[in-house]
């Protein structure tokens, strides 16, 4: 059985950092995307950055490039979000999430891609 458990959220002031951790079980890596979304009061999840692990790749959406970094601790079994200059506009509940690595078309930001998912994170920065 697939598990992913968010945590790391809190509340901090604009321009300050937060790292989310996802711990995960009931898969491997090696044939999964991790995904880390947010969903902010009145908005729909948006896609906010990935790791897959099989190609050594991570992508991330334009409005956190540069600011937020996804990395990996696959002997933990865990997926980290190191968020640096938060915004206000950053504020949300962030999920993480798993996508099998199917053949074929992906968007990898997209959450309707994504099969499993584990329970939010809320991070709420001042200003």
């Known amino acids: 059985e697939v598990q992913l458990q968010a945590s790391g959220g809190g509340l901090v002031q604009a321009g300050g950092s937060l790292r989310l951790s996802c711990s995960a079980s009931?898969?491997?890596?090696?044939?999964?995307?991790l995904g880390w979304f947010r969903q902010a009061p009145g908005k729909e999840r948006e896609g906010v950055s990935c790791?897959?692990?099989?190609?050594?790749?991570?992508l991330y959406a334009d409005s956190v490039k540069g600011r937020f970094t996804i990395s990996a601790d696959y002997a933990k079994n865990t997926v980290y979000l190191q968020m640096n200059s938060l915004k206000p506009e950053d504020t949300a509940v962030y999920y993480c999430a798993a996508r099998y690595n199917k053949p074929g078309p992906r968007r990898l930001l997209s959450r309707t891609e994504y099969e499993y998912w584990g329970q939010g994170t809320l991070v709420t920065v001042s200003s």
């Open positions: 790791i897959i692990k099989s190609e050594g790749k991570t």
């Open positions: 009931g898969f491997t890596f090696d044939d999964y995307t």
